[in-house]
């Protein structure tokens, strides 16, 4: 087995190992927590863990594993990657790594490429319409499988980026919930990378050597809204530190009276003042008084 496929391989540098020891442990103990948080994994589960072949997807593989040995639960996990045939797809690379992972594999080898290319314009973005027909793809393979859960790897920043281009261009306040039932009810999805930082994800990735296949077909669409969105937010880590994460903050303390939806809140209903702060609640912005007009 060679070192860079075993999961847990380390570099010869003394420095990198460290780091990546730092890192593993960051990463593990964030995903333990949002597993937990959400009952995203419950004893004799069978976990499909869709693999694209990207940093995010190898790092919750790992993850995965090194928490189904440890985790007070048993678990099963089968590892699936959906070669869509995009040209230039390098098909032997996940089934070359994957050969010395224990964990059960398969491909599914199906031409959306040329659906997404026929009937999407050129220039257009291809994401929506493709990530449609891999969700079909998936969901019937997990059903055929008898998988209990979809793990897939999304990660904070992928959330925080749905977020703002729901608001902006959806007029909706919506992003990715870290565990969500499909609407036929068949499918349980879980993003087991929820809490973590890309960045962290990407200088693991580098760390342990994965073999990361590019995606062609949608990734490398510069002009897309959601690179936009994700240059944003980097621009904004960058020079206002905590503002992520209390974006992040912001998903969990949501208060549905101070929205102004409806189907929320029962404005017509609520007691007078109860749209508002309790008075003399303390808040970020100091204690609230009543104030009549």
Request: aromatic share 6%; with cysteine; hydrophobic share 35%.
């Amino acid at each position: 087995m060679s070192d860079r496929t075993h999961p847990e391989s380390r570099p010869a540098d003394p420095e990198a190992r460290d780091r990546l020891n730092r890192l593993q442990k960051r990463l593990q103990r964030e995903t333990g927590n949002a597993i937990t948080d959400f009952n995203m994994i419950e004893d004799g589960d069978r976990i499909l863990v869709c693999l694209s072949g990207g940093k995010d997807s190898y790092t919750m593989l790992d993850m995965l594993r090194i928490l189904q040995r440890r985790a007070p639960v048993r678990f099963e996990l089968i590892a699936v990657n959906l070669d869509q045939k995009q040209p230039g797809f390098p098909e032997h690379v996940l089934p070359q790594y994957m050969e010395s992972q224990e964990v059960e594999f398969h491909v599914l080898e199906k031409d959306t490429y040329s659906i997404v290319k026929d009937r999407v314009p050129e220039g257009k973005t291809t994401c929506g319409l493709c990530s449609r027909l891999r969700r079909g793809i998936l969901y019937n393979f997990a059903e055929e499988k008898g998988a209990t859960k979809i793990a897939l790897g999304h990660h904070r920043d992928d959330i925080l980026e749905t977020l703002l281009l729901n608001m902006f261009h959806g007029g909706t306040l919506k992003a990715m919930p870290p565990k969500l039932f499909s609407d036929d009810g068949r499918n349980t999805v879980i993003r087991p990378l929820a809490y973590c930082r890309e960045a962290d994800i990407a200088a693991y990735a580098e760390l342990r050597d994965f073999p990361i296949i590019p995606c062609n077909l949608c990734g490398s669409q510069e002009n897309l809204q959601r690179q936009m969105v994700k240059e944003l937010l980097q621009d904004w880590d960058k020079r206002y530190p905590g503002r992520i994460e209390n974006m992040f903050r912001a998903l969990r303390n949501v208060v549905p009276s101070h929205l102004a939806d409806p189907r929320l809140y029962d404005f017509d209903g609520a007691p007078s003042g109860g749209n508002a702060a309790a008075a003399g609640e303390e808040t970020p912005y100091g204690r609230v008084e009543v104030v009549n007009l």
